[in-house]
């Protein structure tokens, strides 16, 4: 017993020791690029950079790299933070870094829940609403209008038109409307109808299929960091930066502790608010709005570990008149060796740039099981609720123009600088605005550092 707390202590002792070599080690160098935050944006940027012959430090507040793509074991399964699907459209980019990743789709079919007239909320199969007589003949014609012109509808058109104003002007009944907006909030994540761009909701819900991952969104993290160590990036955990000084080609990362770390170029995947803290001196007021605006996207969301559910087919239902969802991910991928567990999220979508009150939020998730899956609890093995989970850092927004309203990968005022994340950049949103601008940032790094040595080279 002795003996091995000694070892155990003697590993300590000798890990805190390597670290400390390799951090003096990274304090005197210079770097090609230090990359603050290692999510799913830092990550896939620091493997572009680095197969490029860039020297990359990579560096997170947290204990390892992740963020909130990072899963949990609950249970002996491996939990997500919330209910999290992969675009398909976001394969390729991932594949370009080497993730190669297994799971499966959710069928389209699900069930509903509307509002009853006397009080009694009523859940309806989708293939119901088409069948039975729950909506009229003209709201079926109107739902079936809508989604046959969705894949012809220009979505670049309607970036500056609030999600809201575009169905008032397409879609007469209300109920039909609300069908349309449990979609949209599904797709986006966001319940907003009066700020979302239409053109924004309208690319998400033809961007088509998404994948549930096996083994969860761990198994991208974990690969990324395998792709970005073999590509040469020097990862440094908890090491959370306090400050981002200086511009190409001399700028410094400094960190809470002290350390100093040389650079020549930064890129923040770190949130928008986070990236403007870090800054000095502070940008200029101006330049520093287009990050100020951004309205974060939360959620409250019930993670539950089960054995089995009350009614296994329903595998996936929506608020229609409510901003809930509720999904059994475990139906279609593999979160756990154990087959009789299963991974189950219920999520309310909660109103952006609006307080929410948890525990009511935390009721309303439970009322919704129980009309759904009755007798849910005696199922659970594990559950956990989160009841502000950041969604995305940013709401696209009819007001700033859509996807063009978010800041740039550049940031304006601070050459040498560059931002990532679901906020930055003019393209998609989500997983998907991470990754592309994560790659758009990247590219523009390497072009300026060789540029940069390129000159060097000439003028020697």
């Known amino acids: 017993m002795v ?3 000694i070892l155990s202590v003697s590993r300590l002792v000798s890990n805190k020791a390597e670290r400390m070599i390799r951090m003096n080690q990274d304090r005197n160098k210079e770097w090609d690029v230090i990359v603050v935050g290692a999510g799913i944006a830092g990550l896939t940027a620091s493997i572009y950079m680095a197969r490029e012959g860039l020297s990359v430090l990579l560096l997170d507040k947290g204990g390892k790299a992740g963020g909130r793509a990072d899963s949990t074991e609950m249970a002996n399964a491996r939990v997500n933070l919330g209910p999290h699907a992969l675009y398909k459209s976001a394969l390729p980019i991932l594949r370009e870094v080497g ?3 297994t799971g499966a789709s959710p069928k389209p079919n699900g069930t509903f829940v509307f509002k009853g007239t006397n009080g009694q909320n009523k859940a309806l199969p989708f293939a119901q609403l088409f069948l039975g007589s729950f909506l009229k003949w003209n709201e079926k014609m109107q739902l079936f209008r809508f989604y046959s012109r969705l894949r012809k509808t220009d979505s670049s058109a309607l970036r500056s038109v609030s999600l809201q104003a575009y169905l008032d002007s397409q879609i007469a009944s209300p109920r039909v409307q609300s069908l349309v907006l449990a979609l949209v909030r599904v797709s986006t994540y966001c319940h907003a109808p009066r700020l979302l761009s239409a053109g924004a909701a309208i690319e998400q819900l033809q961007h088509g299929q998404v994948l549930y991952v096996d083994g969860g969104w761990q198994s991208i993290v974990s690969q990324l960091t395998e792709q970005a160590l073999q590509a040469g990036v020097s990862i440094r955990a908890s090491s959370p930066a306090a400050e981002i000084a200086g511009a190409w ?3 410094t990362v400094s960190l809470k502790d002290g350390t100093q770390l040389a650079a020549r170029s930064v890129l923040s995947t770190a ?3 986070e990236t403007l803290s870090l800054l000095h001196p502070a940008l200029p007021s101006a330049d520093a709005a287009r990050y100020e605006q951004l ?4 959620a409250a969301c019930l993670d539950l570990v089960v054995k089995g559910m009350p009614d296994p087919k329903t595998r996936f239902a929506l608020g229609a008149d409510f901003p809930w969802y509720y999904s059994n991910h475990s139906a279609v991928a593999s979160f756990s060796d154990d087959p009789e567990l299963s991974v189950v999220h219920a999520m309310k979508y909660l109103p952006v740039g609006m307080e929410s009150d948890p525990q009511q939020d935390k009721r309303e998730l439970e009322g919704f099981l129980d009309l759904i899956q009755p007798g ?3 199922h659970v093995v594990q559950q956990r609720f989160l009841p502000r989970l950041l969604v995305s850092h940013a709401a696209v927004t009819a007001e700033s123009g859509g996807f063009k309203g978010r800041p740039g990968t550049a940031v304006e005022g601070r050459p040498g600088l560059y931002a990532a994340g679901d906020w930055a950049g003019d393209s998609g949103m989500l997983a998907n605005a991470s990754l592309t601008s994560a790659k758009d940032a990247a590219h523009c790094i390497i072009a300026r550092i060789q540029k ?8 020697a």
Do not use: A, C, D, F
């Open 376 to 378: 849910w609890r005696s």
């Open 295 to 298: 309205i974060p996207v939360r």
């Open 99 to 101: 993730v190669s990743l």
């Open 271 to 273: 949130g928008p608010t």
């Open 3 to 5: 003996w091995s707390q």
């Open 452 to 459: 940069g040595k390129e000159g060097i080279h000439r003028g």
């Open 249 to 251: 080609p001399q700028m």
